[in-house]
Nanobody, 116 residues
Framework: QVQLVESGGGLVQAGGSLRLSCAAS????????MGWYRQAPGKQRELVAM???????TYADSVKGRCTVSRDNAKNTVYLQMNSLKPEDTAVYYC??????????WGQGTQVTVSS
């Protein structure tokens, strides 16, 4: 069983920065994709960014140029550096992993609040 532990959320003023971390532990087979999603109140969960084991990266248009996703395969950890934060970035941010076997796991979520 895989557990994901997220950290780094919080309250920040518009224009500020946050760095989210998500560490996977437990019985882990090779992780193919590690990613971040977010869900704002009353909205559907959406992709923010994801990175494959080989380093291929996808960003949502809304965060391109402001966010950087990275991963440490040795530590089974994925990071999301968020800069120039906007109030519309306010959401619960979830980490998700997908293994090469096709198993996926979600984290418990971390709140990010951006004040104007």
């Amino acid at each position: 069983q895989v557990q994901l532990v997220e950290s780094g959320g919080g309250l920040v003023q518009a224009g500020g920065s946050l760095r989210l971390s998500c560490a996977a532990s437990g019985t882990i087979f090779n992780i193919y994709i590690m990613g971040w999603y977010r869900q704002a109140p009353g909205k559907q969960r959406e992709l923010v960014a994801m990175i494959t084991r080989g380093g291929t990266i996808t960003y949502a248009d809304s965060v391109k140029g402001r966010c950087t996703v990275s991963r440490d395969n040795a530590k089974n950890t994925v990071y999301l550096q968020m800069n120039s934060l906007k109030p519309e970035d306010t959401a619960v941010y979830y980490c998700k992993i997908l293994t090469f076997r096709g198993d996926d796991t979600w984290g418990q979520g971390t709140q990010v609040t951006v004040s104007s």
